[in-house]
């Protein structure tokens, strides 16, 4: 069983248009990280989520904590190719700040 | 700053053989864990040690076992190697377990 699920599990889209990743579970978790991973690359850190209902912005991308912290979404404006890549989302369930759990990713297409 | 070191980059060995994959971490990082990636999946716990200690393991046999040296390097050994262990081996180092990991951009290993 997958503790954080993600999806889709693979998106393939047009330059120019929006776009939201989920990641879900049903543990309560109190921190979210969302990466992203480019073809030969490792992960690279996107942004933490720590309060319930959170929302940050990074450039074109807006990433968002659900109030029960349960659950994650990050959505993409106006998509460019250079989006391209596995997005992963990974978290430290709440009592238990020790291990890093992650999702198995979406793989983003961002066609010119 | 020099981030997270990795070596070596790619890798062939036959099945049966040992392995040894080696990490560098940021200055002033002392945990360091690793993880198995398959392609197109996200990133797959195996260990993660602090301070010089085992901190987790994942879910993989007792071939795979590793190691962290005073200055917070660490090596990866995987022993009697099989078909399935191809993938490509992440090195992550945070300041601490649970904080924010990064990345090297990991070592390709190909058996044949």
């Known amino acids: 069983t997958q503790l954080l699920e993600q999806s889709p599990q693979f998106l393939s889209i047009q330059e120019g248009e929006n776009l939201t990743v989920y990641c879900n579970s049903s543990?309560?978790?109190?921190?979210l990280q969302w990466y992203r991973q480019e073809p030969g690359e490792g992960p690279v850190l996107l942004v933490t989520?720590?309060?319930g209902g959170e929302v940050k912005k990074l450039k074109r991308l807006t990433f968002q904590f659900g109030d029960a912290r349960k659950d994650s979404s990050l959505h993409i404006t106006a998509a460019q190719p250079g989006d391209t890549g596995l997005y992963l989302c990974?978290?430290?369930?709440?009592?238990?700040?020790?291990?890093?759990?992650w999702g198995l990713g979406t793989s983003l297409a961002v066609n010119p | 700053d020099a981030g997270v070191t990795q070596s070596p980059t790619h890798l062939i060995k036959t099945r049966g053989q040992h392995v040894t994959l080696r990490c560098s971490p940021i200055?002033?990082?002392?945990?360091v864990s690793w993880y198995q990636q398959v392609l197109g999946q996200g990133p797959q716990f195996i260990f993660q040690y602090y301070e010089k200690e085992e901190r987790g393991r994942g879910n993989f046999p007792d071939r795979f076992s590793a190691r962290q040296f005073p200055n917070y390097s660490s090596e990866l050994n995987v022993n009697a190697l099989l078909l399935g262990d191809s993938a490509l081996y992440l090195c992550?180092?945070?300041?601490?377990?649970?904080?924010?990991?990064?990345f090297g951009d990991g070592t390709r290993l190909s058996i044949l």
């Open positions: 990974a978290g430290i369930r709440a009592g238990n700040n020790r291990k890093l759990i």
């Open positions: 992550a180092s945070s300041a601490g377990p649970g904080s924010p990991q990064h």
């Open positions: 989520v720590v309060t």
């Open positions: 543990s309560v978790f109190s921190s």
């Open positions: 200055s002033g990082h002392k945990s």
